[in-house]
C-alpha cells in the first residue's frame, strides 16, 4: 500500500505571496491532519479535515487555511507569508475509525523557505 | 504548561545499552500514545502506540504506560548506531487531536 504523499518538496516563496500544499493520504485513509515543524517549536498543529469537515484546529492565524476533496486529499493554503512561516510541513493520515487506535502516519512532508 | 514534555537530551548511550525515553502528558482524558522515530532531514515514522496501562513489547522496543502518573516511556533494548534519531512522544485527546513533545535526541556510540 502506498504511503502518504506529499507534493512539492520543496518551495521557495518570497513575503507577502501565498502557498498552496498538497497531500494524499494513504488509501482508505479519512482523516488528514496538518502540522508545522520548525526548530524551535517542534511539531504544532494546524488542523484536521475528516470527510470533507475540518475537525479540529490550532493555534494559528487565519492565514493558514486547507480543505480535504472528497476522495480524501487535501490542500492547505498559506496567504500573506511570513519569514517566520517557513518550516516543514507535515501531513499525517489515519483511519480514525472508532475501532482503531488513530495511528497516524506522516508523509514526506514540504520545505517552505519564505525570503 | 505544555500538554507533552520531554526531556530533549542529548541521550547518549553506547552500542547494545539500553535507551530509556520518557514522556510526560497534562491532560488526563488522552487516549493513546505514540512514539516516532525522526531521522535528521527525514519526516516522525511510527514505531509503537499504546492506549492501556503497562507494557508493549515489539522486537526491541518495549513501550509502558501509566495514566495514573500521566507517563509514557520507551525503551530500546540493544541499541544500535541505526537507532541515532530523535524520538518523539505524542499523545492523542478527544477529537482525533494529538500532542507532540519536543522530542529526545539519541546518540547511540559505537
Known amino acids: 500500500k502506498a504511503g502518504v504523499t506529499q507534493t512539492p518538496r520543496y518551495l521557495i516563496k518570497t513575503r507577502g505571496q501565498q502557498v498552496t500544499l498538497s497531500c494524499s493520504p494513504i488509501?482508505?485513509?479519512?482523516?488528514v491532519s496538518w502540522y508545522q515543524q520548525t526548530p524551535g517549536q517542534g511539531l504544532q498543529f494546524l488542523f484536521e479535515?475528516?470527510?470533507?469537515?475540518?475537525?479540529n484546529k490550532g493555534n494559528f492565524p487565519g492565514r493558514f487555511s486547507g480543505r480535504q476533496f472528497s476522495n480524501s486529499r487535501s490542500e492547505m493554503n498559506v496567504s500573506t507569508l511570513e519569514l517566520g512561516d517557513s518550516a516543514l510541513y507535515l501531513c499525517a493520515s489515519s483511519l480514525a475509525r472508532e475501532s482503531s487506535s488513530y495511528e497516524q502516519y506522516f508523509g514526506p512532508g514540504t520545505r517552505l523557505t519564505v525570503t | 504548561q505544555k500538554e507533552v514534555e520531554q526531556n530533549s537530551g542529548p541521550l547518549s548511550v553506547p552500542e547494545g545499552a539500553i535507551a530509556s525515553l520518557n514522556c510526560t502528558y497534562s491532560d488526563r482524558g488522552s487516549q493513546s500514545f505514540f512514539w516516532y522515530r525522526q531521522y535528521s532531514g527525514k519526516s516522525p515514522e511510527l514505531i509503537m502506540f499504546i492506549y492501556s496501562n503497562g507494557d508493549k513489547e515489539d522486537g526491541r522496543f518495549t513501550a509502558q504506560l501509566n495514566k495514573a502518573s500521566q507517563y509514557v516511556s520507551l525503551l530500546i533494548r540493544d541499541s544500535q548506531p541505526s537507532d541515532s534519531a530523535t524520538y518523539l512522544c505524542?499523545?492523542?485527546?478527544?477529537?482525533?487531536?494529538?500532542?507532540f513533545g519536543t522530542g529526545t535526541s539519541l546518540t547511540v556510540i559505537p
Open positions: 479535515y475528516f470527510s470533507e469537515t475540518q475537525r
Open positions: 488509501s482508505g485513509h479519512r482523516s
Open positions: 505524542a499523545v492523542k485527546v478527544a477529537g482525533n487531536q494529538f500532542y
